[in-house]
């Protein structure tokens, strides 16, 4: 027995003399891991890159209610194109005057819907932004080619006006005789949430073809118009075009409407006492004062 309990006695004092190196190793040295199972050195925090901001919406891709057309009859208006954009218009005058003959001829022939008419086809494009060109071709051959460049916008921060300048050039038989060249300045007002109003001095060079010894060779005049807003899609539309100098024959023309519109399109249906959509047209005037045409113009933006 005693020498059973010498060799106990032994072990235990072993086992207390290694039990604190081993702790102590334990605490002091981790055991190390392999190379492949360390894991990866976590990079430094790096700030989230900003979301991108939203591309600001074009302003002239909203609908103007006071302004929905490019024209009002046959006159030009500053409502700018978006840049990239499209706009397409039919012109139609009817060539039979609703004066001629009693009530039952203009009844007879569906208020001259069966007589033949000047038709016009138009097409727009944005140049750039606040930059319009387009093609006006006429059913009489006469083909019109304009520019247009918006100068100042009417704002609600003082800005009272808007302010475009017109250039065209205009040949009859599809560009090739009788060349006119226009220049003008477009001044337009909008009226609370009623009207816009106009104002257009207009100058076109080369529109007397008659040539009569002593006549005028180009005209002065000044494009006045307004289109007032009835209901939220409905206007009414009136123009008038007085020539104060040079060439001036036959009477100003003037012209008078309704329009609807319903989404991108627009359908006026107007009365004129000429045909004239070009502004070599307009220049040479209307028929007379008696004479009155109905016609319509239908418009489709692109956009």
């Known amino acids: 027995m005693t020498r059973s309990k010498a060799v106990w006695g032994c072990c235990v004092a072993l086992a207390l003399c290694g039990a604190p190196a081993a702790f102590a190793q334990d605490v002091q040295d981790p055991p190390q891991q392999p190379a492949a199972q360390q894991p990866a050195q976590q990079p430094a925090a790096q700030q989230p890159d900003a979301p991108p901001q939203p591309e600001k919406a074009d302003p002239d891709l909203r609908v103007d209610v006071l302004q929905p057309d490019f024209t009002l009859a046959a006159l030009p208006t500053t409502l700018r194109l978006p840049k990239n954009r499209m706009s397409f218009r039919v012109t139609h005058r009817f060539s039979r005057s609703l004066g001629d003959g009693d009530f039952s001829d203009v009844l007879s022939n569906l208020f001259e819907f069966d007589t033949g008419a000047q038709i016009g086809l138009e097409l727009r494009y944005g140049l750039f932004s606040g930059t319009q060109v387009g093609v006006h071709r006429t059913s009489d051959r006469t083909i019109e080619i304009f520019g247009q460049q918006n100068l100042w916008n009417q704002k609600p921060d003082g800005r009272p006006l808007s302010i475009d300048v017109l250039a065209a050039v205009e040949g009859q038989n599809n560009l090739q005789d009788n060349h006119s060249g226009t220049i003008g300045v477009l001044i337009s007002r909008k009226i609370h949430n009623v009207a816009a109003v106009y104002a257009e001095p207009i100058f076109v060079a080369n529109t007397n073809f008659i040539d009569q010894p002593g006549d005028d060779n180009n005209t002065g005049m000044i494009g ?24 001036r024959p036959g009477a100003n023309q003037m012209s008078f409407g309704v329009e609807g519109r319903s989404g991108g ?9 000429g045909y004239g959509t070009t502004m070599g047209q307009i220049a040479r005037g209307g028929v007379n004062n008696s004479s009155w045409f109905i016609g319509f113009n239908i418009s489709r933006k692109f956009f």
Not at 265 to 273: C, D, K, T, W, Y
């Open 265 to 273: 399109h627009l359908f006026q249906l107007n009365f004129s006492n």
């Open 224 to 247: 006045l118009g307004a289109r007032v807003r009835v209901m939220s899609k409905m206007y009414l539309v009136g123009e008038i075009t007085p020539r104060f100098a040079g060439y």
